[in-house]
Structure formats: C-alpha cells, structure tokens
Nanobody, 115 residues
C-alpha cells in the first residue's frame, strides 16, 4: 500500500501562487495516472488536475490555464503549481491515483486564498 504525504499549502492573497507537493512511498508509483483533488467546506471532493504515467495532463475548467501538474517519477513526487490563485481555490488539497481504486488518502494540505 502506498502512503501519500501532501505539503506546501498555506495562506496566500488572491493573485498569489503556491506549489504543492505529494510524495508517495511504499509501493509502485510511476505506472499510475495521478491526480490532485480538492475539497472545500461543505462540498464534495473534486478532481482538479491529472497526469498520466506518460505525461498527458487534464484540467478542470475552473483551473485550466492557472494550474499545472508536473510529476517526477524518480522522486515519486507529484506537484501542483497554482498561479494565480483565487478565493474559490480555498480547499484542502489531496493527491491520489485516478481511474482505479484510490490508495488510502493522505492528510491533505490546506490552501486558503484570502486578502
């Protein structure tokens, strides 16, 4: 079973940027398509960006043009570069594999966009 640890969140003003990281340990990583999800208070968890094992990316309309999702398979690390951030991006962000039963969810990392 792979363990996932997300980091890099914080409080940022609208228009600012953040880079989230997700480190996987304990199992295979590079063969899976991965995604970043987020869950805002009172809302369901949603997939905002994903990347296949060969580097093809997909973005939700709400983040298209503002977020990118690179991955470093050698480091078993997934990133989410976010710029510019909007107040509606406020949420807890999680990473996990997509298109298959997810691994156990990590603790997530809180992103708060506020002036």
């Amino acid at each position: 079973q792979v363990q996932l640890v997300e980091s890099g969140g914080g409080l940022v003003q609208p228009g600012g940027s953040l880079r989230l990281s997700c480190v996987a340990s304990g199992g295979m990583y590079s063969i899976y398509s991965m995604g970043w999800y987020r869950q805002a208070p009172g809302k369901q968890r949603e997939l905002v960006a994903s990347i296949t094992n060969d580097g093809s990316t997909t973005y939700a309309d709400s983040v298209k043009g503002r977020f990118t999702i690179p991955r470093d398979n050698a480091k078993k690390t997934l990133y989410l570069q976010m710029n510019p951030l909007k107040p509606e991006d406020t949420a807890v962000y999680y990473c996990n594999r997509i298109r298959i039963t997810p691994w156990n969810w990590g603790q997530g990392t809180q992103v708060t966009v506020s002036s």
